[in-house]
Nanobody, 125 residues
């Protein structure tokens, strides 16, 4: 099992940037695919970005492609989400998640085994 703790959320003006971090503990982090999801009240959890265990493969939701960058540092047991050109519609609670199964990066939250507690991102207009 992997324990995940997100940080870096906050309040930012539209057009600004934030960098989210996810600190992981557990032996399987370096072999887990990692993802970032977000959720707003009354809506389902939405895929934002995912990264393979090696970091060589990444995938993004269409709504954030070109603005957000996911990365990881297996030596530090960490995964990051750099968010640029933020928009008010990016406002949500952002969750870090780990998928210990083999296969491709999933945009569906179901395969993910491990979840952090979330960090709030608020973008003001």
């Amino acid at each position: 099992q992997v324990q995940l703790v997100e940080s870096g959320g906050g309040l930012v003006q539209a057009g600004g940037s934030l960098r989210l971090s996810c600190a992981a503990s557990g032996r399987t982090f370096s072999t887990s695919k990692m993802g970032w999801f977000r959720q707003t009240p009354g809506k389902e959890r939405e895929f934002v970005a995912g990264i393979s265990w090696s970091g060589h493969t990444t995938t993004y939701a269409a709504s954030v492609k070109g603005r957000f960058t996911i990365s990881r540092d297996n030596a530090k047991n960490a995964v990051y989400l750099q968010m640029n050109s933020l928009k008010p519609e990016d406002t949500a609670v952002y969750y870090c998640a780990g998928d210990r199964h083999l296969g491709q990066i999933s945009s569906n939250p179901s395969p993910y085994d491990d979840w952090g507690q979330g960090t709030q991102v608020t973008v003001s207009s």
